[in-house]
């Protein structure tokens, strides 16, 4: 079965300063999709960024970049510029493209509490 | 605008009684899903459904069912709830998936006490 780990409970980053979330995956499928949800303190969550593992280049999305690294499983998140919005909690989630089992589970980690410092 | 809502935001509850969570989408999504959410525990699939009357358990089923009757609402049904029910209770939908990934839509989480 798939796994997702994120070893930091909580973060913490100095308004306008880069912060960078890890997270680390395990599965013996080629083929999946990678992903960085926040939630808010209003709780809706809400998709950040997303990773196919075919591709070899890094996804961004503004000031949100992830570094991927395959052979590693490895799945960082960097936040660049940070702003007082982005305080919430962050979550890795994993989806296998070719599961039969799974259809369109998401295997998420524990979760990282980020907090914004002004 | 996507939206899924989820008919309460806190819900209080007594042990044994039978309680009903509700979410509806909007988006015409045959996939819908039900989170359970616990600090230290990330999420965690009840069960899944990707079409009407069908469900498949998630990875902690026990303890919940679910209903689907139409397409745009999917309940979960705590048929005794349990102290150890305590928790955030995240709904979410998606397209249907055909090799392809399409992004989950969440609720905004129902939390339930059960006392």
């Known amino acids: 079965a798939q796994t997702v780990t994120q070893s930091q409970p909580e973060m913490s980053v100095q308004e306008a300063e880069t912060v960078t979330l890890s997270c680390t995956y395990d599965?013996?499928?080629?083929?999946?999709?990678l992903f960085w949800y926040k939630q808010p303190p209003s709780r809706q969550m809400i998709l950040v960024i997303r990773?196919?593992?075919?591709?070899?280049q890094n996804a961004t999305e503004n000031r949100f970049s992830v570094n991927f690294q395959k052979a590693a499983k490895s799945f960082s998140l960097k936040i660049s510029d940070s702003q007082l919005g982005d305080a919430a909690m962050y979550f890795c989630a994993y989806w296998n493209a070719w599961s039969k089992t799974s259809g369109s589970r998401l295997t998420f980690g524990e979760g990282t509490q980020l907090t914004v410092n002004p | 605008d996507v939206k899924v809502t989820q008919s309460s935001r806190y819900l209080v509850k007594r042990t044994g009684e039978k309680v009903f969570l509700e979410c509806v989408q909007d988006?015409?999504?045959?996939?819908m899903f039900w989170y359970r959410q616990d600090p230290g525990l990330g999420l965690r699939l009840i069960y899944f459904s990707y079409d009407v009357k069908m469900k498949e358990k998630g990875d902690i089923p026990e303890g919940y069912s679910v209903s689907r009757e139409k397409k745009e609402r999917f309940s979960l049904i705590l048929e005794s709830a349990s102290t150890n029910q305590t928790s955030m209770y995240l709904c979410a939908s998606s397209l249907l998936t055909s090799g392809r990934i399409y992004e989950q839509y969440f609720g905004p989480g129902t939390r339930l006490t059960v006392t």
């Open positions: 599965t013996s499928e080629s083929d999946y999709y």
């Open positions: 988006m015409d999504h045959e996939n």
């Open positions: 990773q196919e593992a075919y591709k070899q």
